[in-house]
């Protein structure tokens, strides 16, 4: 018998996630939890939005023991994820069947593992981690908890990404280099020297255009 579950985020990165578990096949989800009043009682592939976050204790009691937040943002993606725990449900991951991962990678929970990611020997994905399509994770990599990796980024080996931060689409980060808490790296940037805490940077090579991140 599959699991059942719930997922928290009913947008575009819900539908990716619920996506993903139909690859899988593990899981059966029995609806979305959605913050967007308006939408409740609608339905998302044919699933249903059954209400907001506060219904997740019932649920619990109703016997839905797994939950995964589908937010791409990085921090309510974290703040769900502390809800799920509170209720007592399990936090789930869901990985594409062709994402490489390799044996000795370590994976957090409440992870989300797209199509075509490669995660890299000895790498250590933290909680509620986004690796979106294609992404690219190297050998030693460290990816701490609340970070989005977008499609087709590429972390180098041993670079280390703190919490929260965001690697967006296509960025490339040379190795042994650390983004820091918080940090943004643009789309399309080539970074070539640490990051550090919530700043943002773009380009080739990546320069600062804010402190304090817009995420
Ligand atoms: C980095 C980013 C977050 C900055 O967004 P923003 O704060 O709205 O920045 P702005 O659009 O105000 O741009 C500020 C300056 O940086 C430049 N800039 C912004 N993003 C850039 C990028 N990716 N590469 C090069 N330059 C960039 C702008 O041209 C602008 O330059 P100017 O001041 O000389 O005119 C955004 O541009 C970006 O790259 N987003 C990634 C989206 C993504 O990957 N999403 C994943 C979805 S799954």
Redesign the pocket.
């Known amino acids: 018998m599959l699991d059942t579950v719930v997922i928290i985020g009913a947008g575009g ?1 819900g539908r990716v996630v619920l996506d993903i578990m139909s690859a899988v096949g593990r899981y059966q989800p029995t609806g979305f939890l959605d913050a967007d009043i308006t939408r409740h009682g609608q339905l998302v592939c044919g699933i249903p939005i059954l209400g907001s976050v506060n219904l997740l204790p019932r649920l619990r009691r109703q016997g839905i023991l797994g939950a995964i937040v589908a937010i ?1 943002d990085n921090r309510s993606r974290m703040s769900c994820a502390q809800l799920v725990r509170q209720a007592g449900m399990e936090l789930i991951n869901v990985i594409h069947p062709s994402a490489v991962l390799s044996a000795t990678a370590k994976i957090g929970v409440n992870v989300c593992i797209a199509p075509g990611v490669i995660v890299g020997t000895d790498a250590v994905i933290g909680d509620s981690v986004l690796l ?2 294609g992404s690219i994770v190297d050998h030693e990599c460290v990816i701490q908890e609340g970070v ?1 990796i ?2 087709g ?1 590429i972390l180098a080996g041993r670079v280390t990404v703190e919490t929260g931060a ?1 690697v ?4 490339k980060v040379l190795p042994c280099l650390k983004v820091g808490a918080g940090a ?6 080539v970074v070539r020297e640490d990051v550090a805490a919530e700043m ?5 090579p990546a320069r600062l ?2 402190r304090g ?3």
Request: hydrophobic fraction near 50%.
């Open positions: 990165h791409g979106n399509t989005h977008a499609p980024a965001f967006a689409m296509g960025a943004v790296v643009g789309a399309g940037a943002t940077v773009v380009g080739v255009i804010r991140s817009s995420s």
